[in-house]
């Protein structure tokens, strides 16, 4: 299928306004009589509120208002508060001041008079999971999405092992699938590996920090605030607020990054709301930087242990793995669920049994975090690989294409299929843009204490879903309107996604309209903005939208023109008769048209299965235009995969641990490329964030006290512009897939975990093959492997520099 | 809890050091001297500090600027760093002090970050700078120092009750250069040698130099014993910007036909101060320049280190480090 304007470079009609600084972020708003407020965190890790005195807060000029959590709907456990007289991480929000300016509101908050009762606290998921050992809540120690909130310990486990340093395999998960015949996996086996192994945790960044404008005006409640997604955050929000969905008035133009922390809706976003409720003023809520790495989530981190079996040739025989994951005190995201996925889909084990189990900690709330769970493990499975590659003489490339999933690749204990893969392709044209064998030769080449390292990871995410709702409308002056829900996480790819409409209509891109950013303009329900699925899903949304459009336009130009719908086609935005393109109706007289015929042609009669929040949308619309408005019906039959490949080059100082990055390419599998700049910024800018998650970054808590170490851009060290390489290259295979009309998966997760796995590779690449059985890889970890000493951390133990 | 929010202070800004006096006289123990700020900031908007009222020393006349001395150079206290960096006199003699000013924080904190701020700035120990009430607080416990304190950034070198390091990055080419500190109080003017000015806990738990209640760093002196000497200098830390040292060297050594005259090679990160590594000059004075004699360095540099838990992985670095001062310089 050629296309004109999908694999096309275009400027999104977002940009001016971030290069130019008009863009308006959540914070920029101002209205008449607006307050601001600021929010009160616990200073301990595990506590229950005995007193909160703030007559003299609120006693001080200035001062307008408070909140507490009897003034807010009280979250069914173990969900996070909004507000909460039963904190349980440093600083998780008990009260809110509001005053005229936010000195006066912080000079309040230091006269709250606050009586904590402290409790015991628990860091590290396995001390929680001791016989004896604390939970990080009242009601349970164990929960997460889809597991309810529980108290699980491991009764008869043998925890010696930890002392060993392996993670012990027989306590109870509540996770465990199994296909395959495990034990003759690992007797077929030429080499087993059974490893213990640590991830981190680590925060978001998002550069934007999380405020929120918010009042109400006619029954509306009016909230500005910065999400990654549009209208899928909209029911969270009404939940939180306890009104109607139909009662919000949600603006989210521009989001400063998310990083899936800002997905869907969260509860900081309805404390300005409330406040303004019950003081009767606006109440802007800024977050500071410092409040980010406490309510901003973080990744789950893991404690994990793996056997791992492979035949003389390097295909992996059996899998056996087994994940506790750190989830902060709400349960957090299941990072966990995705990881067996992951390991499952990427390896192809002829046999793999997973368990795992997710524990609440008294650290910050867990969040998804690009790549979740997936990204963790690949930094695990890699070095495996390299490992297994080394000891069976085998090349650390071929391994990888030998074990790739292909198109008819199953995976996971319900053994799903795959839309389309093609890892091994993606393997092969990374390798060959990066010159692997020649880089290969390089590897352990030594210039005085330096020395070079090659590396080769792999990533994957899911890539995409199905069933939301595409909104379009032609107006009667001949203009295309396209009405997208998804969010702007700040990809562009609310706008490459919206340019399938332009293509299926033929339509010129510069007289497109994307409506977007406010929910008054009438949005479509659509999914969040996370999840590596924007392309996937809303491509087949917007698809829908516009072949319903395509034909009431052929349908319109017949009724006008004499003929049937399929005498006519679409071009430079009129409908012509094929046999006689002069016989032609412009969109605008057809969009004048279909206003005159109402019914399904102006929105007037909907499809019975959009979903209300659409339908409400389309309602609006109606009469206004050519209204083409469809659910994505189109059939889907297995899971769309992301899958991503990175090729590093470093060079590593043996006597200070310190090493430059010299070349970086990723190449990416993610079906057919419908914005190449916007996919080369994502490939390069997920690297970065991995050359972060592989090298740098992790939560550090003191275990005495339960206290957060980095909380700070500077403490908590994402990689700067002189630790990533200045130029980095990328490929991509740019085969469609044939479950997406226009061929695309999404892509924006494994970019991450292909540079952060790579990382390591090269990393112990450079020590010779060196096993890290903890990421990330810091400088000081490495001076260790290489003078010979061991490192500091005790098995298993988590939350370290 | 509250962090990132000032507390309301007055400022002031005297143009002259007898007005700064004034000032420091009237608020007592409420007034703070803030030179670029960068670390004064960071203490005010954590709460941590809240002075009544913050004296800001850059419009006092003289304390910026570069003059050629009898014995060397005078830098103002005030002289941002990048202005440090760019100055042609102390590039030609003193590179070890350019080259350790190029590698502080980031461009954008170098612009505004003065040499005086650098070499006065606080211990970045996160136990203290998240207000605990630890020792150097004026409490009677270090967090750090204790059976599962997060120690890995800590020191080696002359604990005492507290285990904090020096964190600044020009302090220890300073002290290689055998600089002089110039502190004036409405006492007068005291010229204090690098070495002393930082001191240990074992001196005064609750400061990291000689500065005493009423003195201000106007100026610091660098003599011309090592103009143009052979320099090196290296900071190793996790990023390569916006970071501070896990463990740096400064080396300034007197090179005579191959042969090390003398020598004066100092560590940061290592101790409460810039530590002198005195057996390791003593070991290579008189010697010839080369590997052999950089390894009899090393086996001296990391005599007495006591590690805690976290931070033995400073001993093979400072060792690494003074090998590469000493071989490369």
């Not at chain 1, 899971?639 to 590093?648: E, Q």
């Not at chain 2, 005259?261 to 390791?280: K, L, Q, S, Y």
């Amino acid at each position: 299928m050629a296309f004109k304007l999908i694999g096309e470079n275009f400027i999104p009609p977002d940009l001016h306004g971030k290069v130019t600084g008009k863009a308006k972020y959540a914070e920029d708003f101002r209205v008449e009589g607006m307050v601001f407020c600021k929010m009160l965190g616990s200073p301990m890790p595990n506590a229950r509120v005995v007193r909160i005195d703030a007559s003299e807060a609120l006693a001080m000029e200035g001062v307008v208002g408070i909140l507490t959590a009897d003034d807010v709907p009280e979250m069914p456990s173990p969900q996070q508060p909004i507000l909460t007289n039963r904190p349980t991480y440093v600083g998780e929000p008990i009260l809110a001041i509001a005053a005229v300016d936010e000195t006066t509101a912080a000079d309040a908050l230091d006269r709250i008079r606050l009586e904590l009762e402290p409790l015991p606290f628990v860091i590290d998921p396995l001390d929680s999971l001791k016989p004896s050992g604390p939970n990080a809540r009242d009601d349970g120690n164990v929960a997460n999405m889809g597991i309810p909130l529980q108290e699980l310990k491991w009764g008869s486990t043998d925890f010696s092992e930890l002392a060993d340093g392996r993670l012990p395999m027989d306590g109870q998960p509540v996770l465990d699938w199994t296909y395959g015949d495990i034990e003759r996996g690992f007797a077929d086996a030429a080499i087993v590996y059974d490893e213990t192994f640590v991830t981190a945790s680590n925060a978001h960044h998002s550069m934007e920090p999380r405020s929120t404008l918010s009042y109400w005006e006619n029954g509306k409640c009016f909230v500005y605030g910065s999400t990654q997604s549009q209208t899928f955050i909209m029911p969270m929000l009404a939940g939180y607020l306890g009104i109607d969905v139909a009662d919000i008035v949600y603006i989210s133009e521009y989001c400063g990054g998310g990083f899936g922390s800002k997905g869907v809706a969260y509860p900081s976003m309805a404390v300005p709301a409330h406040m303004s409720k019950k003081i009767g003023r606006p109440v802007m809520l800024r977050i500071t930087r410092a409040e980010e790495y406490f309510i901003g989530s973080n990744r789950g981190g893991f404690q994990g242990r793996i056997k791992i079996g492979f035949g003389k040739g390097g295909k992996v025989s059996a899998v056996d793995l087994y994940v506790v994951q750190s989830c902060g005190p709400n349960g957090g995201f299941p990072d966990f669920d995705s990881a067996g996925h992951a390991v499952s889909l990427c390896y192809q084990p002829a046999a793999m049994r997973y368990r795992a189990v997710p524990v609440l900690t008294n650290t910050p709330p867990g969040g998804a975090q690009r790549g979740p769970g997936q990204n963790q493990i690949a930094m695990v499975m890699e070095p495996l690989l390299d490992r297994a590659a080394r000891d069976l003489g085998v090349d650390r490339l071929a391994i990888r294409r030998l074990n790739s999933p292909k198109n008819d690749s199953l995976f996971g204990g319900e053994q799903h299929g795959v839309t389309s893969a093609y890892q091994d392709e993606g393997l092969g044209k990374g390798a060959e843009r990066f010159g692997w064998a020649d880089k290969l030769r390089r590897s352990g080449e030594r210039n005085g204490s330096k020395v070079i390292g090659i590396g080769v990871g792999q990533a994957y995410h899911e890539a995409g879903a199905a069933g939301f709702d595409g909104l379009v409308r032609i107006a009667p002056d001949g203009r295309l309107h396209i009405h997208t829900g998804i969010g702007n996480l700040g990809t562009y790819s609310y706008a490459a996604t919206s340019r399938v409409v332009a293509e299926v209509l033929q339509c010129d891109w510069e007289r497109c309209v994307i409506e977007r950013g406010d929910s008054r303009k009438h949005l479509p329900w659509n999914f969040g903005q996370f999840g590596s699925n924007t392309s996937f899903t809303m491509s087949r949304s917007n698809h829908a939208a516009a072949v319903d459009a395509r034909n009431k336009l052929l349908e319109i130009a017949a009724d006008m023109l004499g003929g049937s719908p399929e005498d006519f086609e679409l071009g430079d935005e009129t409908v012509f008769a094929k046999a006689e393109p002069r016989r032609n109706v412009s969109f605008a007289a057809a969009a004048r048209r279909a206003v005159e015929l109402g019914g399904r042609y102006d929105g007037h009669e909907l499809p019975e299965d959009l979903n209300p929040i659409t339908r409400a949308s389309a309602v609006a619309l109606a009469g206004t235009g050519l209204v083409g408005v469809a659910k994505d019906n189109y059939p889907i039959s297995a899971t769309p995969v992301a899958l991503a490949a990175g090729f590093i080059m470093i060079e590593l100082d043996l006597e200070t641990g310190v090493y430059e990055i010299l070349e970086y390419n990723g190449a990416i599998d993610c079906g057919t490329v419908i914005h190449p700049l916007s996919l080369a910024n994502q490939v390069k800018g997920g690297a970065v964030m991995g050359i972060g998650l592989g090298g740098l970054e992790r939560l550090v808590y003191d275990p005495q006290n339960g206290l957060p170490a980095n909380v700070g851009l500077y403490q908590s060290k994402p990689p700067s512009y002189l630790d990533v390489p200045s130029h980095m290259g990328w490929d991509a295979v740019g085969i469609a897939d044939p479950q997406n009309p226009v061929g695309v998966r999404g892509m924006g997760e494994p970019v991450m975990g292909c540079a952060a796995s790579a990382l390591i590779c090269a990393i112990s690449d450079a020590l010779g093959g060196h096993y890290f059985n903890r990421t990330p890889i810091t400088c000081e970890m490495i001076v260790n492997a290489a003078s010979g000493r061991p490192q500091p951390h005790r098995p298993l133990q988590v939350f370290t520099f | 809890m509250l962090k990132d929010m000032m507390t309301r202070f007055e400022l002031y800004r005297p143009t002259a050091l007898a007005d700064a006096y004034e000032l420091i006289d009237q608020f007592g123990a409420g007034a703070w001297l803030m030179a670029g700020g960068q670390d004064s900031l960071d203490w005010f908007k954590d709460r941590a500090k809240q002075p009544r009222a913050v004296i800001e020393l850059s419009q006092i006349e003289g304390m910026t600027g570069v003059r050629e001395t009898a014995d060397g150079v005078e830098i103002g206290a005030l002289t941002t760093l990048a202005e440090i960096e760019e100055n042609a006199l102390v590039r030609e003699r003193y590179g070890l002090l350019v080259s350790a000013a190029s590698h502080v924080a980031s461009p954008q904190i170098r612009n505004v970050g003065t040499i005086g701020g650098n070499l006065c700035q606080d211990t970045r120990c996160w136990y203290y700078r998240a207000g605990l009430s630890c020792y150097r607080a004026g409490g009677n416990i270090c967090y750090a120092d204790s059976p599962e304190g997060m120690n890995r950034e800590h020191c080696l070198f002359g604990a005492s009750r507290c285990v904090a390091v020096s964190p600044s990055d020009t302090a220890p080419a300073l002290v290689a250069l055998d600089a002089s500190m110039v502190v004036s109080s409405r006492k007068g003017e005291r010229v204090v040698r690098a070495e002393r000015f930082f001191v240990g806990p074992d001196v005064d738990i609750q400061r990291m130099t000689a500065l005493q209640p009423g003195e201000i760093l106007t100026a610091i002196r660098i003599p011309s014993a090592f103009s143009s000497a052979n320099f090196y200098f290296e900071k190793v830390a996790e990023r390569k910007t916006w970071d501070f040292a896990l463990v740096s060297v400064a080396a300034a050594l007197r090179i005579e036909s191959g042969t090390i005259r003398d020598a004066r090679i100092v560590c940061g990160g290592v101790e409460c101060r810039p530590r002198r590594m005195r057996d390791a000059e003593d070991a290579i004075r008189g010697r010839e320049q080369n590997a052999e004699t950089a390894g009899a360095a090393a086996r001296r540099s990391a005599g007495g280190a006591r590690p805690l838990r976290y931070n033995e992985y400073k001993i093979p670095l400072v060792e690494n480090l003074v090998t590469r001062a000493v071989r490369d310089a």
